[in-house]
């Protein structure tokens, strides 16, 4: 089918109806998540009035990531990938019903919010590497960068409205209908993904364990002289930076003596600077001069974070939350975009599976570290010292940019170091 045509200057990647159908449910299921990741952590600090416990619940949340989504990712490389996100969001849409009925049978405490912030950990780990991975059998290759771009819009958008939506349901109708309205949100998803008209990807044949899979997307990746660098950037910043998130019920209730529509506006105006830098990025009609950005989006991140810890004045640090949910979202989408762009069609499940490990692990051991020594030193020195780290980080990376950046965006995806490897073969070729 012919792409519609768009006005010049929007992206490309909203001419193709499979995508706009998937864009629409991924929407939904994000922004009902980010919805019940406010409320979750309102109930946390309710419960306990602990920042350990913040950071425990996230990394409940977050920390699965870490050994699912790489195993999650080969297998994504074996099988048909739509069949496997429909599967996925069935069982992950099983997790906010029973917060609901847990919270309205007045059944809930902490151990069972812990629980079921595991099992959620885990269905949202398992989907994670799919999700990212078929948007190539959703576009032409021409349009990829812009798609990757417009799906991180979409997730960072969902992190403004979600957030407006819960201080808006749970100050007029409670924390329980925040987890009914997400378990909606992924029934939608569910409803879109049923609609898509792509065919079935064939089973491809298992070379060997899956676990050797995993070892050999490890491999690719700290070979690769341009993906293996802008990764290890991005580890640094989910671990040191994006926790802080995380404490924010804590900074809301601890530090500026607000209750839970102020963390509603924190955690909105952190996802609207996130969404607009997103948006800058999907206008962007090419990868030159990206590892550039997503390098020194870092540096912005940091220094944001360093302003809104330093501060006591609410509407102070509102604007410094602006410019670190732009830095971190830029840099994260940057990566992932060269990522894609660059990396080998067959290794393409394992990579994205691995990047599911920095994206959403990396963020749960540093807001479990951050929960800990908050609850020693208080919520300023841990954020303030992931910020100062992150700019160093940045530094280290400015000194080989140079060569990060020819290798990310000259050389044609394939094997590390092979200029034909892989850049003429179909996306979904083993």
Request: proline share 6%.
């Amino acid at each position: 089918m012919k792409p519609f045509t768009f006005p010049r200057g929007l992206p490309r990647a909203l001419g193709h109806r499979d995508y706009l159908i998937f864009l629409t449910g991924d929407f939904a299921s994000h922004t009902g998540s980010w919805l019940q990741r406010v409320a979750v952590g309102w109930l946390t600090w309710e419960l306990t009035g602990s920042a350990t416990w913040l950071g425990v619940i996230a990394f409940m949340d977050l920390a699965p990531a870490v050994f699912v989504s790489p195993i999650a990712g080969a297998y994504a490389d074996r099988v048909d990938r739509l069949g496997f996100i429909k599967l996925t969001i069935n069982l992950t849409l099983l997790q906010p019903v029973a917060l609901a009925v847990l919270y309205f049978s007045g059944a809930m405490n902490i151990w069972w919010l812990f629980a079921l912030s595991l099992y959620h950990g885990v269905a949202n780990a398992a989907s994670l590497p799919a999700r990212l991975a078929i948007v190539p059998s959703l576009v032409p290759r021409a349009d990829l960068s812009s798609a990757i771009a417009l799906g991180s819009v979409v997730f960072n958008l969902s992190r403004f409205a979600g957030p407006a939506a819960a201080g808006v349901i749970i100050a007029t109708a409670g924390l329980g209908m925040a987890f009914v309205v997400n378990a909606l949100t992924f029934f939608v998803f569910a409803l879109t993904l049923a609609m898509l008209r792509i065919e079935a990807e064939p089973a491809r044949e298992a070379e060997g364990h899956i676990l050797a899979d995993v070892a050999q997307g490890f491999r690719y990746i700290a070979s690769h002289p341009g993906i293996g660098p802008v990764m290890g950037l991005l580890i640094v910043s989910a671990i040191l930076a994006r926790p802080f998130i995380d404490l924010l019920p804590g900074f809301a209730a601890g530090v500026f003596g607000r209750g839970a529509e102020a963390l509603a506006w924190m955690v909105s105006v952190t996802g609207l600077g996130a969404g607009c830098g997103a948006l800058w990025l999907a206008m962007r009609d090419s990868i030159k001069g990206l590892t550039v950005i997503a390098v020194s989006f870092v540096l912005v991140a940091g220094l944001g974070l360093l302003v809104f810890t330093a501060t006591d004045i609410f509407w102070v640090a509102l604007p410094a939350l602006f410019v670190t949910g732009s830095g971190i979202a830029v840099s994260a989408i940057g990566v992932l975009t060269l990522v894609q762009s660059a990396v080998a069609p067959n290794m393409r499940g394992r990579v994205v599976g691995l990047y599911g490990i920095v994206f959403r692990g990396g963020p749960a051991f540093g807001a479990l570290a951050m929960g800990w020594i908050a609850s020693e030193l208080g919520l300023r020195p841990p954020v303030a010292g992931g910020a100062v780290l992150c700019i160093v980080a940045w530094a280290w990376a400015v000194r080989r940019l140079e060569f990060t950046a020819l290798s990310l965006e000259e050389m044609p995806d394939g094997d590390p170091g092979d200029a034909a490897g892989g850049a003429d073969k179909p996306v979904n070729d083993p």
